[in-house]
T-cell receptor, first 118, second 114 residues
Framework: AQTVTQSQPEMSVQEAETVTLSCTYDTSESDYYLFWYKQPPSRQMILVIRQEAYKQQNATENRFSVNFQKAAKSFSLKISDSQLGDAAMYFCAYRSDNYGGSQGNLIFGKGTKLSVKP | NAGVTQTPKFQVLKTGQSMTLQCAQDMNHEYMSWYRQDPGMGLRLIHYSVGAGITDQGEVPNGYNVSRSTTEDFPLRLLSAAPSQTSVYFC?????????????FGPGTRLLVL
């Protein structure tokens, strides 16, 4: 079974600086998808970025980018120019490449709470 | 599009009571799921459905029932609420559950069982 581990329960960053959130996962599959979700105090789950395992190029969405190391099974999220609105819980999630069934669901890490200091 | 909607936003139950958490989506998604979120545990899959009339269990299904009579709706039933079911519940949907598809989440229902 696949597992996702986020080893940093809490992180803090100064406004305008850069922070990296760590995520590692365990799988025997060669093709899969990885996601970072943001959960602000409103509790809404917001997709931040996704990465296809077959792509070597790291995904980027504006100030958010990932460092995907397939061999090391590592998927870190870098937030550049941090803003107060980035303060939230961040979840790393894995999704199998297999079609449908329970494999179509997400396996989540336990989350990292990010604080942004003004 | 309203996306994924959930009602109620917050509910207090007494032990032994039953209730239904509602979930609806207007994106014509076939694949729908229920997760629960507990402190320090991330989100865990309760039940899911790959289409109308088809449901299956996830990681933590005990104490919950689901049914899927229409594409749009996927209610979660608590048969006899227990304090261990105090949690935040999220419904999610995607087009087909196929490879790499993004799941879209509802705003969550916070449930407190006394």
């Amino acid at each position: 079974a696949q597992t996702v581990t986020q080893s940093q329960p809490e992180m803090s960053v100064q406004e305008a600086e850069t922070v990296t959130l760590s995520c590692t996962y365990d799988t025997s599959e060669s093709d899969y998808y990885l996601f970072w979700y943001k959960q602000p105090p409103s509790r809404q789950m917001i997709l931040v970025i996704r990465q296809e395992a077959y792509k070597q190029q790291n995904a980027t969405e504006n100030r958010f980018s990932v460092n995907f190391q397939k061999a090391a099974k590592s998927f870190s999220l870098k937030i550049s120019d941090s803003q107060l609105g980035d303060a939230a819980m961040y979840f790393c999630a894995y999704r199998s490449d297999n079609y449908g069934g329970s494999q179509g669901n997400l396996i989540f890490g336990k989350g990292t709470k990010l604080s942004v200091k003004p | 599009n309203a996306g994924v909607t959930q009602t109620p936003k917050f509910q207090v139950l007494k032990t032994g009571q039953s209730m239904t958490l509602q979930c609806a989506q207007d994106m014509n998604h076939e694949y729908m799921s229920w997760y629960r979120q507990d402190p320090g545990m991330g989100l865990r899959l309760i039940h899911y459905s790959v289409g109308a009339g088809i449901t299956d269990q996830g990681e933590v299904p005990n104490g919950y029932n689901v049914s899927r009579s229409t594409t749009e709706d996927f209610p979660l039933r608590l048969l006899s609420a227990a304090p261990s079911q105090t949690s935040v519940y999220f419904c999610a949907s995607s087009y087909s559950g196929g490879v790499g598809e993004t799941q879209y989440f509802g705003p969550g229902t916070r449930l407190l069982v006394l």
